[in-house]
């Protein structure tokens, strides 16, 4: 029986209209009703997942979130963390100077000051948008050596983020978790940052074993979850290198994909075992 519900937003539990089908919100709610602990891990600030949460009735102290790629972690009721992890506004800059050396933007959530970019762009506004928060254009320079941030994005049109990706130099691989959100972003995060660590901290709080936790996700930046998952379910909608890493392929995310993984491997198991 699977304990633990982990479920990836944009290309997983959203349809390409952004909105939770209803068939997928009956599962959910199936699944709260049953004990199982559904919790929402994504890329998005905590900002970009309050009507979601809403929606689904995950707001109280009992409910948790793993936001920012699994950088925060926090009970979603009264705000405690769980987990957290921040880069710094040196790490910060080393990052914008090889945004500069690539020829891509860049955009960073800074823990006191919101989401920065350096120049105005439509891929941050892009961001900026999604999460419904506000887009400062700041001088990446001139930033404090300690300012503190959660994540900080390399973003551009998907073929030239695909040649950045690959030249991005060794030192950035070594210093950083790096992952694909979505084609125009890459996501440069604390080398002990990623969802499959946010699951874990939120498991081992929960006395959730590893075997109990049911990932879902598409994107590369699922990668880490879905490797940590007792069972890992993927989108019919991911790439081939994120299938690659899946217990279990269900449908996409505009066919009831969330929903239809939820009926078989833990509303049905649930049906066999009462």
Do not use: W
């Not at 400062?136 to 950045?164: H, P, R, W, Y």
């Not at 080398?191 to 996700?217: T, W």
Request: proline share 2%; net charge negative; charged share 25%.
């Amino acid at each position: 029986m699977y304990k633990l519900l982990a479920l990836d937003m944009d290309g997983t539990l959203l349809n390409s209209e952004k909105t939770i089908s209803p068939r997928t919100f009956d599962a959910l709610q199936a699944a709260k009703a049953q004990g199982v602990h559904v919790v929402l891990a994504s890329g998005r600030p905590i900002n970009g997942l309050q009507r979601y949460l809403q929606e689904l009735g995950l707001t109280s102290d009992e409910h948790f979130v793993v936001s920012y790629n699994g950088s925060l972690v926090q009970r979603v009721g009264n705000g405690e963390v769980i987990h957290q992890t921040m880069m710094s506004g040196r790490d910060t800059k080393d990052i914008f100077a090889e945004s500069q050396r690539l020829g891509v933007y860049i955009h960073a959530f800074c823990a006191e000051r919101g989401l920065l970019t350096h120049e105005d762009n439509p891929y941050s506004r892009l961001e900026a948008e999604i999460n419904g928060v506000e887009l400062k254009v700041t001088d990446f320079n001139q930033l404090g050596d300690d300012d503190q941030f959660i994540k900080v994005m390399m973003v551009a049109e998907e073929n030239i983020l695909n040649q950045a990706e690959i030249a991005a130099t060794e030192s950035m691989q070594q210093r950083f978790t790096i992952a694909r959100s979505y084609p125009v972003f890459l996501e440069f995060l604390h080398p002990e940052a990623n969802k499959g660590i946010g699951v874990a901290k939120l498991a081992e709080l929960l006395d959730i074993e590893q075997a109990e936790v049911m990932c879902v996700g598409d994107a590369d930046n699922d990668r880490h979850m879905l490797e940590y998952a007792g069972l890992a379910v993927v989108m019919d909608n991911a790439e081939e290198r994120v299938k690659a890493l899946a217990d279990v392929i269900t449908a996409s995310n505009n066919d009831d994909g969330v929903a239809l993984a939820v009926e078989q491997h833990i509303l049905a198991a649930e049906a066999l075992t009462a």
